[in-house]
């Protein structure tokens, strides 16, 4: 039963992250670009294609949806 909790509580953080990078995706966006910095920094380039591709994909998910123009 431990687990169940365990996946709650996971399933109601993750919840909180998306409606938090909904309202800020200027911020997410600079986060994770600094969070990739610092972690390609450590690990000296390493796994630097993987670190970007999560960056960018970070990127693709927050970016503003365009809203359709009315036909007029």
Known sequence: M???????????AAGAARAYAKKNPEKVN???????????EKTKGTYHSHIDGATKKVADVTKPKPKPNPAS
């Open 2 to 12: 431990a687990f169940m909790k365990r996946m709650a509580v996971l399933a109601a």
């Open 30 to 40: 600079d986060m994770v670009g600094k969070a990739g910095r610092f972690v390609d």
